[in-house]
């Protein structure tokens, strides 16, 4: 029996796991939460810290496994990469080449190197360093944790007080010593999904990107992209391949975050390499008419990828469902507008659940399909009228 971990057992994983099992492994899930929904779908569950790479490694080889695959969270991605180093098996970076890609502050002076435009940082491990720095730079700037996502700890500063007080915050929910601080770069936000193999891009997909109230946390996103161009495409692979050649990354997803500038450049802000979270795996599958959790899976297996795929080009948006407050959870409403466009549905909030954290709560996720460009736009423009979360 081939057996197989996956470094996580949310919702998110859930993609992963049916893919693993397509491919004929037992699958083992593991994390701190026990009532993770992905647990359910997986053989086996082991309760334990995914971000642990030494609880990792020695579960991996106490429970004989051929392959492990990243669950949809850097650290996850980093105890994986740790884990399949140390026990040889392939599918993934070297653990150097991870923390690279999964730290702010070592991708950015990788893009430096590579000259790849990028906003410029610094490190920052004190107050009175950050005063220093901050003499080079024009407000608004952004603070950042190096090593978390989700725009968790991140902060736009427009004032010097504002950045002391986000300083502080960053460096309570980091891991590491020190922050960063960025230039503010203004545009439109976007993600891009994209496959290696032998360090060229052979799938890609883009989208836009929406946001509710947490304006560092992506609400919904909709593929293809309306407004990154075939231009700003070809630029945004070539500095993947770019990346890619350098570091000599193995095969399988490259996923990143990127802003569209003011010169109509793409200019990457996040990269991963591990799944995004909250179904985006599902969203690029619609859209480009591909298997992407199993190509994923295949990539992090160590099998072989194609050298080309035929990509269709559906509309298709992700959609979040959040509230605006809040408060005890009255209903989750769904227009019938919205629901004829519904290919796939996850809902796991319920009725009387509280809510304490809205900027962060989510009751479930919606794909959506959709004929046009127009029609897509019709339902998203609106769409937190036509699915909301009642809250008293």
Not at 277 to 303: F, H, S
Request: proline share 3%; with cysteine; charged share 25%.
């Amino acid at each position: 029996m081939k057996k197989l971990l996956i470094t996580g057992g949310s919702h998110a994983e859930i993609p992963l796991i049916r893919a693993s099992k397509a491919l004929g492994y037992y699958v083992i899930t593991t994390g701190a939460n026990a009532d993770g929904l992905g647990h359910k779908e997986a053989d086996e569950y082991i309760n334990g810290d995914f971000s642990d790479k030494e609880f990792i490694y020695n579960l991996a080889k106490e429970k004989n496994v051929s392959a492990i695959i990243s669950g949809c969270n850097d650290f996850a991605y980093l105890s994986t990469a740790y884990a399949c180093e140390k026990l040889g098996l392939s599918g993934h970076d070297t653990f150097e080449n991870a923390k690279i890609i999964h730290h702010k502050d070592s991708f950015r002076q990788v893009q430096k190197e590579l000259c790849i435009k990028y906003p410029r940082a610094e490190k920052i491990q004190d107050e009175s360093q950050l005063k220093s720095a901050l003499k080079s730079f024009s407000l608004p700037i952004m603070v950042k944790p190096v090593d978390l996502t989700g725009g968790k700890g991140v902060s736009v500063c427009n004032t010097e007080a504002e950045v002391f007080s986000a300083f502080s915050n960053a460096a309570k929910v980091t891991r590491e010593k020190y922050i960063i601080i960025e230039e503010y770069v203004s545009g439109s936000n976007h993600g891009a999904s994209l496959l290696l193999k032998k360090q060229k891009v052979v799938l890609s997909v883009f989208d836009d990107e929406q946001y509710f109230k947490n304006k560092y946390l992506v609400q919904g996103a909709s593929m293809p992209s309306s407004s990154v161009s075939q231009a700003a495409i070809f630029s945004l692979i070539n500095d993947v391949e770019k990346i890619a050649t350098h570091l000599k990354l193995a095969d399988g997803l490259f996923h990143v975050q990127f802003i569209i500038d003011k010169s109509g450049y793409p200019v990457m802000i996040d990269p991963c390499r591990r799944s995004p979270g909250d179904l985006y795996t599902l969203l690029a599958k619609y859209t480009a008419g591909i298997d992407y959790p199993l190509e994923i899976v295949k990539a992090e297996v160590g099998l072989s990828l194609s050298d080309s795929y035929p990509v269709r080009h559906n509309f298709v948006a992700r959609q979040c469902i959040m509230a605006d407050r809040n408060g005890k959870v009255k209903d989750i409403y769904i227009s019938e507008k919205v629901k004829k466009h519904v290919i796939y549905q996850m809902i796991w909030g319920n009725i009387g659940d509280m809510i304490s954290d809205f900027m962060k709560y989510k009751a479930g996720i919606l794909l959506l399909q959709f004929q046009s460009f127009e029609e897509m736009n019709d339902i998203l423009v609106d769409f937190h009228q036509l699915v909301k979360i009642e809250v008293e």
